[in-house]
Antibody
Framework: QVQLVQSGAEVKKPGASVKISCKAS????????MHWVRQAPGQRLEWMGW????????KYSQKFQDRVTIYRDTSASTDYMELTSLTSEDTAVYYC?????????????WGQGSLVTVSS | EIVLTQSPGTLSLSPGERATVSCRAS???????LAWYQKKPGQAPRILIYGASARVTGIPDRFSGSGSGADFTLTISRLEPEDFAVYFCQQYGSSPYTFGQGTKLEIK
């Protein structure tokens, strides 16, 4: 069965960076793209960006363009999302979400979420 | 950025009744690229509808989606006990792809 297992919770200081992993299993990793979505406390889901499985192309929300990097290690069936220059507003649960195919931009499987707390 | 506003925030209904959830966009959603998800506590979201009205394989036909432009609707024709959950919409017609704030469907 499809599983997306994310790395654990992180506590970071303002200005630091965080890297979250999303290990995939149960399907052919290279055939599906991956998105990253976050949800801050009391807020709606917020799409951050994605990596296209077919060509490795990445696209980011303009809001995070200067601070986020999404990449994958196909040998490990793992996607990564790195966010730099953290502020308290980045405190949120971060999810990886698999694209239903390669580029539908909709999501069929989600990771369990990784809580990132930014606090001095 | 397209802002999606769902209404109502909470919907109280009984099993067997019909549920209607609205998702209104701040501007037209290109190509009707609007999806609906169901979220239950402790579970990941489940996609129900994409392209405004196409049901994902395996989703019961009591779930239907409609709409175009900036107004979209999710309808559950006859509520089953397992349908009580949070529903949210997502537009993927223009980046950044955005989500509605969610509608809680609760048992009356």
């Amino acid at each position: 069965q499809v599983q997306l297992v994310q790395s654990g919770a992180e506590v970071k200081k303002p200005g630091a960076s965080v890297k979250i992993s999303c290990k995939a299993s149960g399907y052919t990793f290279i055939q599906y793209s991956m998105h990253w979505v976050r949800q801050a406390p009391g807020q709606r889901l917020e799409w951050m960006g994605w990596i296209n499985a077919g060509n490795g192309y990445t696209k980011y929300s303009q809001k995070f363009q200067d601070r986020v990097t999404i990449y994958r290690d196909t040998s490990a069936s793992t996607d990564y999302m790195e966010l730099t220059s953290l502020t308290s507003e980045d405190t949120a649960v971060y999810y990886c979400a698999r694209d239903r195919l390669q580029d539908t931009l909709t999501f069929d499987y989600w990771g369990q979420g990784s809580l990132v707390t930014v606090s001095s | 950025e397209i802002v999606l506003t769902q209404s109502p925030g909470t919907l109280s209904l009984s099993p067997g009744e019909r549920a209607t959830v609205s998702c209104r966009a701040s501007q037209s959603v290109s190509y009707r690229y609007l999806a609906w998800y169901q979220k239950k506590p402790g579970q990941a979201p489940r996609i129900l509808i994409y392209g405004a009205s196409a049901r994902v394989t395996g989703i019961p036909d009591r779930f239907s989606g409609s709409g175009s432009g900036a107004d979209f609707t999710l309808t559950i024709s006859r509520l089953e006990p397992e349908d009580f959950a949070v529903y949210f919409c997502q537009q993927y017609g223009s980046s950044p792809y955005t989500f509605g704030q969610g509608t809680k469907l609760e048992i009356k």
